[in-house]
């Protein structure tokens, strides 16, 4: 069990949040909320418009809501509204002002570091060394700017799963200790 209702697994593609969520959730016996831009992509497909994003955080922020309010914690985010204004800025260079107003954040964010390889799986779009580097940093710039908390998890196999632990455990002692 952990402390925090709501992790939200926060960072670019391909650094493995999407296989980390299930292990999360069903090691703290908690609730996984897949990535709802990446279902609305395999559906949809990838020329998005800022409308898209816009649809997506809300569909992404229903199902937490629905998921909070059943009661059952810890729930594990594979992303969040937060990560889809990052996409906006990536894709478009500016976003929706209804991405900047949501403000239902989790209670920790776990970004994920750019130190695995990229894949192509179909739905990802930036693969090159320097467009990774700044999905990454303007990850980190929207959990700064936001002013929630965060840790930084790298690591590659197993080694990435236990340096998540590490992460949630040390925001818990910091949190517990405030």
Same mark, same amino acid.
């Given at each position: 069990?952990?402390?925090?209702?709501?992790?939200? =697994?926060?960072?670019?593609?391909? /650094?493995?949040?999407?296989? &980390?969520?299930?292990? =999360?959730?069903?090691?703290?016996?908690?609730?996984?909320?897949?990535?709802?831009?990446?279902?609305?992509?395999?559906?949809?497909? /990838?020329?998005?418009?800022?409308?898209?994003?816009?649809?997506?955080?809300?569909?992404?922020?229903?199902?937490t809501?629905?998921?909070?309010?059943?009661?059952?914690?810890?729930?594990?985010?594979?992303?969040?509204?937060? &990560? /889809?204004?990052?996409?906006?800025d990536?894709?478009?260079?500016?976003?929706?002002?209804? =991405?900047?107003?949501w403000?239902? /954040?989790?209670?920790?964010?776990?970004?994920?570091?750019?130190? =695995?390889?990229?894949?192509?799986?179909?739905?990802?779009?930036?693969?090159?060394?320097?467009?990774?580097?700044?999905?990454?940093?303007?990850?980190?710039?929207?959990?700064?700017?936001?002013?929630?908390p965060?840790?930084?998890?790298?690591?590659?196999?197993?080694?990435?799963?236990?340096?998540?632990?590490?992460?949630?455990?040390?925001?818990?002692?910091?949190?517990?200790?405030?």
């Amino acid at each position: 069990m952990t402390v925090f209702r709501t992790i939200c =697994l926060h960072g670019p593609e391909s /650094t493995g949040k999407s296989e &980390m969520a299930p292990r =999360l959730a069903n090691h703290f016996d908690g609730v996984c909320i897949a990535e709802f831009g990446r279902a609305y992509c395999e559906r949809f497909g /990838t020329d998005l418009t800022m409308a898209d994003l816009v649809a997506i955080a809300n569909g992404h922020d229903a199902k937490t809501r629905a998921a909070v309010s059943t009661g059952r914690f810890p729930i594990i985010l594979d992303t969040d509204p937060l &990560m /889809t204004a990052v996409w906006a800025d990536m894709l478009f260079g500016y976003r929706d002002a209804a =991405l900047d107003r949501w403000n239902n /954040t989790a209670d920790l964010y776990l970004l994920f570091d750019i130190d =695995l390889p990229w894949v192509e799986d179909g739905t990802r779009m930036f693969g090159t060394p320097a467009a990774r580097q700044q999905f990454f940093d303007l990850s980190k710039a929207e959990l700064e700017r936001r002013g929630v908390p965060w840790r930084l998890v790298g690591g590659k196999d197993s080694r990435r799963f236990l340096n998540a632990l590490a992460a949630i455990k040390d925001a818990e002692r910091t949190a517990l200790a405030a």
